[in-house]
């Protein structure tokens, strides 16, 4: 609600606060010509939000005499989203925030977490980087989930918004300003530093190596039974390479800070004459890292939370971990050049590709072990399909956008 009504660019409107807000429903429901879900509720669609908030189903009567022309709209709203392809097409344009950007004359606060896969960092960094020059904006990147963060330990999030509208609201000249970056740093419990910007220029090159290798897409039918009812089992196969995958472990030899898109270049055939094609990006074994949900710290002890009551001091856990996600995508071999160039996939022809996946700020340090997995269907996110192809990869590399350390 808030990224819609700053590209009104109504007047009087003086600052929004956007947590996980929208840039292009399209980037919610869909990725790169993929129909995708929104992490955590897999086969949802837009028109699932359109029955939630419908408000007339509050009352049975008022429900009954509008019933016929709510789903008149309904059935129409089916038929526009195309769940048959997932391309880009005018639904989609005409609920796009990002084609309004300039408008927006407001200051803009965004928070954001770089483990929110419902909404995902995609939505700030377009919004971010599509903004006029002329306004101040800035944005909280931390290392949560789909969460809230004004009552954390570790940063007073609350009264630096109370700061803010005391000046624009209330014409308080309190003298505070704002960071453009607020970073939760990754690397230690507690830690948040300022940074210039979201999408650094400089570049380090990973190679991924000139072997063959095939990604088998069909799973039998107990696996597949099983991933369907528990797609937490199924990202745990995966990341302990228990799934029908390729995974690429790399040393990291220098410390260095990932911020922005990491890309992968890769060279891929299909068996079939269509493909999708997932990739995860995972910081590999063993230490302390942030956790993405919020835990109790301090029980009611925060007065004035939401609607005026106490409420608990929470914080992210920095605790021992096996491996951190640090970015992920989904692509349809189709939409291998961007997202409006629809191509066909030549069965058992090898195609040359780039590829960027989710943007995200991430720390990592000399010694740390970078973990690809490449696969094909993901149960969480993707359309679940069982048919019989396979996917063969042949050399690449992956492409850093970092910031000097």
């Known amino acids: 609600m808030s990224n819609a009504l700053a590209t009104t660019g109504v007047d009087g409107l003086e600052v929004v606060i956007a947590e996980a807000g929208i840039s292009s429903w399209y980037d919610y429901y869909r990725e790169n010509g993929l129909v995708t879900s929104p992490g955590g509720y897999p086969g949802e669609d837009l028109d699932s939000l359109t029955a939630l908030t ?8 008022d429900f009954l005499r509008q019933r016929a022309i709510y789903q008149a709209g309904f059935d129409a709203e089916g038929r526009s989203l195309d769940r048959a392809s997932g391309d880009y097409n005018q ?97 230690s419990d507690q830690s948040w530093t300022t940074l210039e910007t979201f999408g650094s220029q400089d570049k380090l090159t990973l190679p991924l190596g000139s072997e063959e290798t095939t990604i088998d ?53 299909s068996s079939v004459d269509k493909g999708l094609i997932s990739a995860q990006l995972l910081d590999f074994g063993s230490k302390k890292r942030l956790l993405p949900i919020p835990t109790l710290k301090s029980r009611l002890s925060l007065d004035n939370g939401r609607y005026h009551a106490q409420e608990n001091l929470t914080e992210l856990p920095f605790m021992d971990t096996p491996h951190r996600v640090v970015t992920k995508g989904h692509l349809n071999l189709q939409n291998r050049t961007d997202l409006l160039t629809i191509e066909d996939v030549p069965a058992d022809t090898w195609l040359d590709l780039d590829w960027e996946l989710q943007p995200t700020i991430y720390q990592f340090e000399k010694g740390d072990t970078l973990r690809l997995i490449l696969y094909t269907t993901d149960f969480e996110t993707t359309i679940r399909d069982k048919k019989k192809s396979s996917s063969c990869l042949c050399k690449g590399w992956v492409l850093f956008i970092m910031d000097k350390c």
Request: glycine share 4%; proline share 3%.
């Open 217 to 269: 897409n069909h799973y039998t039918k107990e696996d597949f039974v099983r991933y369907g009812k528990s797609y937490s089992t199924f990202h745990a196969d995966l990341h302990a390479d228990k799934a029908n995958q390729v995974t690429i472990d790399i040393p990291i030899e220098e410390d260095f800070l990932l911020n922005g898109r990491a890309s992968l270049h890769l060279r891929v055939k």
């Open 54 to 61: 419908y408000s007339r189903s509050l009352q049975a009567g």
């Open 91 to 187: 639904y989609w344009h005409d609920r796009n925030y990002l084609l309004h950007a300039k408008k927006v004359k407001c200051e803009v606060v965004f928070t954001h977490g770089s483990q929110d896969w419902n909404v995902k960092p995609i939505h700030v960094y377009h919004t971010f980087h599509a903004l006029p020059s002329s306004i101040n904006k800035h944005l909280f990147f931390h290392n949560g989930a789909h969460v809230y963060m004004n009552n954390w330990q570790s940063i007073d999030f609350r009264e630096a918004m109370n700061a803010l509208l005391s000046q624009k609201l209330l014409g308080h000249e309190n003298g505070y300003t704002l960071p453009t970056i607020v970073w939760q740093d990754n690397s």
